[in-house]
């Protein structure tokens, strides 16, 4: 035969066969019929090259690839597309259920503080605002802590390498707040009294972590400064807070202790029955620390407190180990 009529018919019937496969099953026929490597249509047209003569063999050769590839192609693309799901509106059961949207929800941290604020602000607290990254001024001096104070120790602290230090200018330490006392220095350098502020963020201290400790955690500070300000009225709000947070069988506990920016200065426990949980710090304001920021201790009087947010959040929901708060896990979040 004709070398040309050959390849011209190998390539009319493998491309009419091809637009005819009307399925997987189909194409797969057709593929064997004329690209099947063994046997079949491909196989005659190469016997037809090898009985040309020589000379004519190199072009011959090249029109067979060409053909071959020519058909390959037109195969895959028909192979793709009978490989496509087909669209079809009867495909979409509108009767099913919808997928459902994944609602996120507030950290159960978060939701506490939200309660904090809102409990707080029902005795007038509006909330206020500080940097967590501080000097040692805010963090430590205004707040009457001595310089040889164990406060102060870097290793009890997370202290920056500044910009201040890398341009060679003034040293300015930084570090990451280790309280959140630091507000009650800043709300004071800008405000007169009277003064009724909390304040909520984290704080960082390089403490072992363990089901109890977290080298972040989050704290309130409350401060309430003005002309009468007494202790009998710092015991009442940490009562009420704690009872309305809580619930009315919880029992709030006064202890004298010690803390540089207050005197008196006492430590708070809560419990519900027999054990005691401590939960925060408070006093009344230290009168270096009205001076530190300009007032008059004569004139003014002030209470302060700290509470830790985690401890409550725990309390309230039974969680055993403070890491759950941070470990991302969806398992223990969508629980609140
Ligand atoms: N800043 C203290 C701490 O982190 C807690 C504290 C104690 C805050 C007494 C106060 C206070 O405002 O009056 O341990």
């Known amino acids: 035969m004709d070398h040309a009529i050959a390849f011209q018919d190998y390539e009319a019937s493998a491309l009419a066969a091809i637009a005819a496969a009307k399925s997987a099953a189909e194409i797969e026929e057709v593929r064997i019929e004329f690209l099947g490597k063994k046997k079949g249509r491909l196989k005659d047209l190469q016997a037809v090259v ?13 029109l067979f690839n060409e053909v071959r590839d020519k058909v390959t192609a037109a195969l895959e693309a028909q192979q793709a597309l009978l490989r496509k799901p087909k669209k079809s509106l009867t495909a979409i059961d509108i009767s099913l259920p919808g997928q459902p949207v994944l609602l996120g929800k507030r950290h159960p941290l978060a939701q ?19 940097p967590e990254i501080e000097d040692e001024y805010h963090n430590f001096k205004a707040l009457n802590i001595p310089e040889d104070h164990p406060a102060r120790d870097p290793l009890e602290n997370f202290y920056l390498a500044t910009a201040s230090y890398a341009a060679g200018g003034p040293v300015t330490p930084r570090l990451l707040r280790s309280q959140t006392s ?12 009277p003064i009724r502020i909390v304040s909520l963020g984290r704080v960082y201290r390089p403490d072992t972590i363990d089901a ?29 807070f704690a009872t309305t947070y809580l619930g009315q069988d919880v029992t709030i506990r006064f ?15 809560m419990s519900w029955g027999k054990d005691w949980l401590e ?42 180990d403070i890491r759950r708060f941070y470990e991302n896990d969806l398992r223990f979040l969508s629980q609140f």
Do not use: W
């Not at 630091?182 to 009294?193: C, D, H, N």
């Open 50 to 62: 090898g009985q040309v003569s020589a000379d004519l063999r190199p072009a011959v050769g090249k």
């Open 112 to 130: 506490t503080m939200e309660d904090f604020k809102d409990i707080i602000g029902r005795f007038g607290f509006i909330v206020a605002d500080g």
């Open 182 to 193: 630091t507000v009650q220095i800043r709300v004071m350098e800008k405000q007169q009294p």
């Open 212 to 240: 109890t400790h977290s080298c972040m955690f989050h704290q309130m500070e409350g401060l309430m400064v003005g002309e009468h300000v007494t202790m009998a009225q710092l015991k009442t709000v940490l009562r009420l």
């Open 255 to 269: 202890r004298p202790s010690f803390f540089p920016f207050t005197e008196p200065s006492v430590e708070v426990d």
């Open 279 to 320: 939960i925060g710090g408070a006093g009344m304001i230290d009168p270096n620390v009205l001076r530190a920021v300009g007032y008059d201790p004569e004139k003014v009087s002030g209470f302060a407190f700290g509470l830790g947010i985690e401890r409550f959040c725990m309390r309230r929901h039974q969680i055993r």
